[in-house]
T-cell receptor, first 115, second 115 residues
């Protein structure tokens, strides 16, 4: 069974629209970490955020916000007022104590922002 | 620039040739990871080091692949007798284990094309 599911393969929106990328995870650990990375066309994986399992407080960073809900095992990512430069593939990842903190990756969501 | 660096950025080789990639982690990061990523997929874990010790290898890492981190700083990944199926992006990441900030930072990757 997939441990990290990003059900949206590709999303296309027009610039300035808000967009939410979904991430659902599965783990039996009580201590774990969740991550979002951005991969622009250049290929480099850029770290966006890390959240530990004991901190359900939502976070906002500029136009980016993250909604962590343990009750639904979700860690969704919202971009407000999207821009063309946000176009990239976004990966959600999980690391668990039981897996020695190896990153378990979702399949990624390709986000296309049209001008 | 104090981020993770990788060289070369691109490598084109003929089937059967050997190739070697280098990764320089963030200074003082004791853990170093190698991943492989093919088009449209998330990164696949290959191996990781804690200092100079190679602690885990994926079953994806065939006998033709070898990685070293001789002095606990930079690492090399060698592929012998390359095959067309080896064509992929090879990503390196580093992190400082033992701290609460369990985040891997990635380099720009080496894109390998085997003709």
């Amino acid at each position: 069974a997939q441990k990290v599911t990003q059900a949206q393969t590709e999303i296309s929106v027009v610039e300035k629209e808000d967009v939410t990328l979904d991430c659902v995870y599965e783990t039996r650990d009580t201590t774990y970490y969740l991550f979002w990375y951005k991969q622009p066309p250049s290929g480099e994986l850029v770290f966006l955020i890390r959240r530990n399992s004991f901190d359900e407080q939502n976070e906002i960073s500029g136009r980016y916000s993250w909604n962590f809900q343990k009750s639904t095992s979700s860690f969704n990512f919202t971009i407000t007022a999207s821009q063309v430069v946000d176009s990239a593939v976004y990966f959600c990842a999980l690391s668990e104590v039981s897996s020695n903190y190896q990153l378990i990756w979702g399949a990624g969501t390709k986000l296309i922002i049209k001008p | 620039d104090t981020g993770v660096s990788q060289n070369p950025r691109h490598k084109i080789t003929k089937r059967g040739q050997n190739v070697t990639f280098r990764c320089d982690p963030i200074s003082e990061h004791n853990r170093l990871y190698w991943y492989r990523q093919t088009l449209g997929q998330g990164p696949e874990f290959l191996t990781y080091f804690q200092n100079e010790a190679q602690l885990e290898k994926s079953r994806l890492l065939s006998d033709r692949f070898s990685a070293e981190r001789p002095k606990g700083s930079f690492s090399t990944l060698e592929i012998q007798r390359t095959e067309q199926g080896d064509s992929a992006m090879y990503l390196c990441a580093s992190r400082l284990a033992g701290r609460s900030t369990d985040t891997q930072y990635f380099g720009p990757g080496t894109r390998l094309t085997v003709l």
